[in-house]
């Protein structure tokens, strides 16, 4: 379940992707788990899914927001989004990562 920050963060020079619908978080009733991520100061992104056409990064003081699109054929979206995968790839030594929507075809869609 995505944070209430992947919808309350959004601005057009911190956002990449695609979002075609509302956020629909938890119970959270105010920032606190994002408050909690951001101050660890050792996790550079949060990663969720839910939303089945929402497919984006939202860069929020330094951690990244990456929404993943649904993967599934039996849900809702598929007419309007394509349905596939987020791969994430993270490097050990450096903490840097890349997330990448991928498709049951094989091919990529790169962020």
């Known amino acids: ?4 920050d992947y919808q309350t963060r ?5 956002f990449q992707g695609l979002k075609l619908e509302k956020v629909t978080p ?4 105010s920032s ?3 408050a909690a991520i951001s101050g660890a100061r050792s996790i550079r992104a949060c990663f ?3 939303n089945h056409v929402n497919d984006y990064t939202l860069k929020a003081d ?3 927001l990456v929404y993943g ?3 599934g054929y039996a849900g809702y979206g598929g007419e309007k989004v394509r349905k596939g995968a987020k791969l994430i790839v993270i490097d ?12 049951a075809d094989g091919s990529k869609q790169f962020a």
Do not use: N
């Open 92 to 103: 050990l030594g450096t903490g840097k990562y890349a997330a990448t929507t991928v498709f």
């Open 1 to 4: 379940m995505p944070i209430m």
């Open 69 to 71: 699109r649904s993967t």
């Open 62 to 64: 330094q951690v990244d």
């Open 10 to 14: 959004i601005k057009p020079d911190a």
């Open 48 to 50: 969720c899914g839910h």
């Open 32 to 34: 606190e788990a994002f």
């Open 26 to 29: 938890g119970r959270e009733e």
